[in-house]
T-cell receptor
Framework: NAGVTQTPKFQVLKTGQSMTLQCAQD?????MYWYRQDPGMGLRLIYY???????DKGEVPNGYNVSRLNKREFSLRLESAAPSQTSVYFC??????????????FGSGTRLTVV | GENVEQHPSTLSVQEGDSAVIKCTYS??????FPWYKQELGKRPQLIID?????GEKKDQRIAVTLNKTAKHFSLHITETQPEDSAVYFC??????????????FGTGTKLQVIP
């Protein structure tokens, strides 16, 4: 039982390059999330998917797109990376609407540097 | 929207002493309050949570208290140990009309336990 798996763990991009961060969970959770973590700013929600087939913007969605590929997988895409997107990215999952809430399970994170 | 403030931002205690971290929230509809521990370079992990119908919850050396009237909740760690050194995040969540749980995180407290 792997929980929430994120790839890659580290990535360096040049300004303007694109990439996709992958996330998969095997806990049969309905809801999935992408957060970024910057020093002194805690965890900020980029996008979320309350259930399969739906996605919604969070607090800081600009410059990102997401795809909920199926119930297990939720990817985050940077179309044209900027230095301001240098951050640590966490994927998370939870049970979902109407099933109660028991907190998040986080992935191990992706440390992204844009130069 | 919900606003969560967390204090202090850093906290140093001697091993064996107690540590207290405090959070306030703004939306009285928030009904679930989890705490996460994040060790250096690791993912946040849920350590304890409390629901709005409970005033206090304890799990071994950690406890959380909730004052709904004042809209604040606190994490208490007793008999601190070096392995308690980490960043701690509080969060407040509420259920929207669609049954989706909206979570807002505090900015984190870096706890250092001095041997």
């Amino acid at each position: 039982n792997a929980g929430v798996t994120q790839t890659p763990k580290f990535q360096v991009l040049k300004t303007g390059q694109s990439m996709t961060l992958q996330c998969a969970q095997d806990m049969n959770h309905n809801s999935m999330y992408w957060y970024r973590q910057d020093p002194g700013m805690g965890l900020r929600l980029i996008y979320y998917s309350a259930s399969e087939g739906t996605t919604d913007k969070g607090e800081v969605p600009n410059g990102y797109n997401v795809s909920r590929l199926n119930k297990r997988e939720f990817s985050l895409r940077l179309e044209s990376a900027a230095p301001s997107q240098t951050s640590v990215y966490f994927c998370a999952s939870s049970l979902g609407p109407g099933q109660g809430f028991y907190g998040y399970t986080f992935g191990s994170g992706t440390r992204l540097t844009v130069v | 929207g919900e606003n969560v403030e967390q204090h202090p931002s850093t906290l140093s205690v001697q091993e064996g002493d107690s540590a207290v971290i405090k959070c306030t929230y703004s939306d009285s509809a928030s009904n679930y309050f989890p705490w996460y521990k994040q060790e250096l370079g690791k993912r946040p992990q849920l350590i304890i949570d409390i629901r709005s119908n409970v005033g206090e919850k304890k799990d071994q050396r950690i406890a959380v208290t909730l004052n709904k009237t004042a809209k604040h909740f606190s994490l208490h760690i007793t008999e601190t140990q070096p392995e308690d050194s980490a960043v701690y995040f509080c969060a407040a969540s509420l259920t929207d009309s669609g049954g989706y749980q909206k979570v807002t995180f505090g900015t984190g407290t870096k706890l250092q336990v001095i041997p």
